[in-house]
């Protein structure tokens, strides 16, 4: 036996009609809950009274402006600390570099550079270059010399070479400026080719206006 379409439509409407009086019940009950805005901190659920701080206590602390913390004098050079042992050869520096340079790993871009830093110490720490299919994961020569120093426990250097089969100086990119920045400071940086010295700069020539730890002070 079927039902007549009036019946049909008398169910489906009972169905709405019923949604309907479940939701506004929902919402009542959910208003009748709410807190008014002047009620919300009476009850008051944060930390111990003995530790909050009073309203106007939270911003005594003294506060730099925004002129402040940019002041230029935050990227004054920092100063390296040279151990009293004799500096090293500029000459052993350049060729442990250039050593490196045979053991880039540059498949893709045939372009080797190798790198040395020394250390306060007078030890040299050597890197070359390793690509990789993907690009972006390529790490340079200079990286390569810094993570290893670092990894051994060195973190006080005094001088970086740089040395390509170019003719014109090759410069450490940007990336590498910022990292020797972070952990060797104002550093002297020699670029070279294979057959000689090409440039000798501060490394604050190169990144005259970086990015350190100390604007987040």
């Given at each position: 036996m079927s039902l007549h379409p009036s019946w049909r439509e008398s169910l489906a409407g009972s169905d709405h009609k019923r949604?309907?009086?479940?939701?506004?019940?929902?919402?009542e009950r959910r208003q009748k809950d709410r807190r008014s805005g002047a009620d919300r901190r009476i009850e008051d659920r944060g930390r111990p009274e003995g530790d909050r701080r009073a309203p106007g206590d939270r911003r005594r602390g003294e506060r730099r402006s925004g002129i402040d913390r940019r002041d230029e004098s935050a990227w004054?050079?920092?100063?390296i600390e040279r151990?009293?042992?004799?500096?090293?050869?500029e000459a052993a520096l350049v060729a442990a570099a250039?050593?490196?340079?045979?053991?880039?790993r540059a498949r893709f871009s045939g372009f080797k550079v190798g790198a040395a830093l020394e250390t306060s110490t007078g030890e040299i720490v050597t890197g070359c270059n390793v690509e990789n299919a993907t690009y972006g994961l390529t790490m340079c020569a200079e990286r390569v010399a810094l993570f290893k120093a670092l990894s051994e426990?060195?973190?006080?250097?005094?001088?970086?070479?740089v040395v390509a089969d170019t003719e014109d100086p090759t410069p450490p990119c940007g990336s590498c400026r910022q990292l020797l920045?972070?952990?060797?400071?104002?550093?002297?940086?020699?670029?070279a080719n294979v057959s000689q010295v090409r440039?000798?700069?501060?490394l604050s020539e190169l990144l005259?206006?970086?990015f350190d730890a100390r604007l987040l002070d």
């Open positions: 949604s309907s009086f479940e939701d506004r019940r929902k919402r004054s050079p920092v100063a151990a009293d042992s004799a500096p090293l050869n250039a050593a490196a340079l045979r053991h880039a426990g060195q973190d006080v250097f005094t001088r970086v070479v920045w972070e952990y060797c400071g104002d550093i002297e940086v020699i670029l440039r000798r700069m501060r005259p206006l970086p």
